[in-house]
């Protein structure tokens, strides 16, 4: 498995923007397809977005198409989440995820390895 370390959360206005990294460890970093969750208080963990292994192709939940941009770098072994246009109901824990499917699978049952999360608040 692969360990995964999020960054880049925080508070800001709605509207604005911000990114969040996932570091992962390991030399195989190539081999995964990266996701990306977000579970808010009360609510089940949903999929925001995900990536596969050499960044050709990526898959969104429709409540964040046209305003994430997910990206990752096999060098550096990282994923990146760009949030523009953010809205109070972005507001969760984001956490970085791996499998080794590679069919842009949104279930969190394919996902094998996780993050500690990250927190995202959006003020209105």
């Known amino acids: 498995q692969v360990q995964l370390v999020e960054s880049g959360g925080g508070l800001v206005q709605a509207g604005g923007s911000l990114r969040l990294s996932c570091a992962a460890s390991?030399?195989?970093?190539?081999?995964?397809?990266m996701g990306w969750f977000r579970q808010a208080p009360g609510k089940e963990r949903e999929f925001v977005a995900a990536?596969?292994?050499?960044?050709?192709?990526?898959w969104y939940a429709d409540s964040v198409k046209g305003r994430f941009t997910i990206s990752r770098d096999n060098t550096k072994n990282t994923v990146y989440l760009q949030m523009n246009t953010l809205k109070p109901e972005d507001t969760a824990v984001y956490y970085c995820?791996?499998?080794?499917?590679?069919?842009?699978?949104?279930?969190?049952?394919?996902?094998?390895?996780w993050g500690q999360g990250t927190q995202v608040t959006v003020s209105s």
């Open positions: 995820a791996a499998t080794l499917r590679n069919d842009g699978s949104g279930d969190v049952q394919a996902f094998s390895s």
């Open positions: 390991g030399r195989t970093f190539s081999m995964y397809t």
């Open positions: 990536i596969s292994r050499g960044g050709a192709y990526s």
